[in-house]
């Protein structure tokens, strides 16, 4: 019986095929986890798109980005965890808020699948909603 779904991923950016390898690969000696594995396209370094896998079953947790929508992915995780903080809000919570500001279901509304473009309406939606101006009155 296979215990491990196999995964073909293709490179977003330029069509190779990714390679489950671990992270060690690409982040090298400042991997903190070094049983952790990460998609990465077949041309790396020349081409600098992966994305991390799951430790039970490796399956990818999102789609594979480059070093900008990496960075913006980043920025919108914060923004979003921020707000949550702000709002002393559940972590499931935030994700249903999120789901309806977007219009999305549970399944689409993974930062890790997003484009540059939703990540950029995750941090402006954070930014939004408590306004600096009116003070603590919540
Ligand atoms: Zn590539």
């Known amino acids: 019986m296979k215990t491990m779904k196999k995964y073909n991923l293709k490179c977003p950016y330029c069509g190779s ?8 690969t690409v982040y090298g000696a400042d991997t903190i986890d070094r049983k952790s594995y990460l998609y990465v396209c077949s041309r790396w370094p020349a081409c600098d798109a992966y994305v991390s896998a799951h430790k ?6 999102g789609t594979m980005a480059d070093r900008r929508l990496r960075r913006k992915r980043i920025l919108a995780h914060r923004a979003l965890e921020k707000l949550r903080i702000e709002r002393h809000m559940d972590k499931w919570a935030v994700y249903v808020w999120l789901q309806a500001k977007l219009g999305l279901d549970e399944s689409q509304a993974h930062i890790g699948m997003f484009s540059e473009e939703m990540c950029e309406r995750v941090i402006t939606l954070c930014r939004s909603p408590a306004d600096p101006d009116s003070g603590m009155a919540a």
Do not use: F, G, L
């Open 17 to 24: 095929p990714a390679i489950c390898r671990p992270a060690s």
């Open 56 to 61: 039970k079953d490796r399956k990818p947790m």
